[in-house]
């Protein structure tokens, strides 16, 4: 056996073996993972060094025919005629050599990397199931069974991981049932007895009844919090996305708090600016949802308030709706800011105030704030209050009017991913290579793709032609990628255009608010590989078209 | 007439609180401790209203419910379904409970609101062939 290489790595199964947790079995079949992907076998049966042995003779051959010429030259004088022919026979040599060699090198070296370039790139397109064809008994081949080794460890480990989260879902889902059958016999006896049906209570039998009941209901909210946390997480919240006129939205919820608030002895006002005459919005959400995020907001607002006013004052501008929840209430130190909107976290005074609460009625806020494509700040000192913004973006009726924009061949997202689909995407980003790597996956499936490194040139490009998407990454060169959001955000002519902003890897987002009040629709992560942008751009315009079906026949 | 109720469910104590408020609101009763007692009790009785717990043990709720709306008599009957998991996205009982004649009901439940729900579905509730005005 050669010893070819300093560390002989362990077969792809003790990889995998090496992966799971616990006694669990191992969710994908190692088996699979035999014959050419094995790097054992390849130690055992190919010769790592061909390639450098093949390049070795081919370069000793070449030496020798330049010494043999260089030879003939020097008896060339003696005798020409046959100087001459056997010159032109080494000549000729050299060159079939050289071309011979030329062809090797291709075949051996510059294609199978070409190849392997291509499978990683499938692989990071998210095809997990991509593995490099093993060209032969060389380094090439160590370089791509090592790529299809560790290309096996990574799906495993994804698989792996997605049945834990599936898991973690099944787990919440049974043990929020088993905790809700005893609370219903808990919950339902009391209120049994407490409505008399047991028989007649005194006073203080019914009160203490009553404070079972009371928390009752309190852990059966936690148990639907810790239920919304998981869903909103997972990304399994379902979103019913329609405009929303968000004006009724908060009078509804200032109308059913106002009771909670006057018994505490404090104000609860409702105030629009006088841009919102017209009504405010829309807003693209689920109404129930919007609801719940205002009710969280105010309900806080008049938990941490002991005396004084809660004021919810609403604005707008023509991108994006404001709305702030403003009090006199106990106010938050810098330390609390920051881990306001962590799961669990209460501030302290609150605590101390002896109100109930679950810790995660601002994490499920911000959660459906996101699922809005909104973003929530918090403004806040000790003892003067604090002041809750959020903003989202306004909905234009942007189905309708890419439609009407351009006048395009009925298409199907799937199903022929080859042909082209009509729908145009401008791609601006600084960096050829990950600009390149987007713009080949969406031609791949089917959309008509240009791209432009600069924002100045994404300015350009749009003012020629008409796009259905425009993707920008966040850190362009010239001009950022929020002014360039800006730019397209004042120009009228691209108010119903959706911009995606791209965010590269290491980068601190910005906040979801500023982003949500220029206008942009998504912020998409490079970081997790660029099918995430892919899959943005498909979910996309697939919603539009089922809008579309759904809107007219 | 009386109304005869079936009560599904394999909580004991659960169940006995369905019985208790149903009882003393002026229904009759009888309690299945499964899914697969209720489904053999379908036919005994001119049911008025089905409560059934979703899951379970054995066959569960949903299940009931299906062979219920496949016999002649339990057709349109009101099904008041007790469940203690959120429907959102499961569209495996969309369908099911489209009909104004099967309702949801979230547990931890209310039992005043249970009898309420108990009694404007059999006051809403299609009149069978064969019943006489109470």
Redesign the interface.
Known sequence: MRKGYGVCPPPPSCLVKNLTIGRRPVLCDSGQVGGQFNLQYLNNRLSPGNLGIQLVIAGVCFVALSLVRLGLGSVSAVDLRHGAALRAATGVGMILLFGFMLYRLYVSIIKPIERLSLTIQDYRNGNFGARARISGRNEIGYLEASFNDLAETTSNLVNELRALDLLKSEFL?TV??EL??P???I???A??LR?G?AGPLNETQAEFLGIIETN?ARL?GLINDL?DVEKLESG?M?VDYRPQELRSVLKECVETLGVLASRKGLKLDLVFSSDCANGLGPVLGDRDQLLRIFVNLISNAIKYTPSGWVRVEASQSPLGVTVRVRDTGVGLSAEERERLFRKFYRAKSGLTSGEGGSGLGLVITRGLVEAHQGGIEVESEPGQGTVFTVTFPRAVDRADQNFRQLERPRSKLEGRPSSDNGFRILIADPETDKRILIKRALLQKGFLVDDVPTGRQLIRRMEQEDYNLVLVELGLSDISGLEALQAIRRNPRWAGLPVFMMLDEAANPPPRAILASCGADQLVGKYRGIGGVVDAVISHFQQLETNRSEAGP | MSHWVLIAEDDEHIARLIDFKLRKSGYETELARNGQEAVSRLAIRPWSLLVLDVMMPLVDGWTVLKRAREMDGLARVPVLMLTAKSLQGDHSVEGLVESRSTQVMRKPFDPAELSQRVASMIEGAPKRQGDTAS
Do not use: F, P
């Open positions: 889902s929020s049932h809700r059958t609370l219903t016999s919950g339902g006896y209120r049994l409505d049906d009752v059966s239920l399994r379902q």
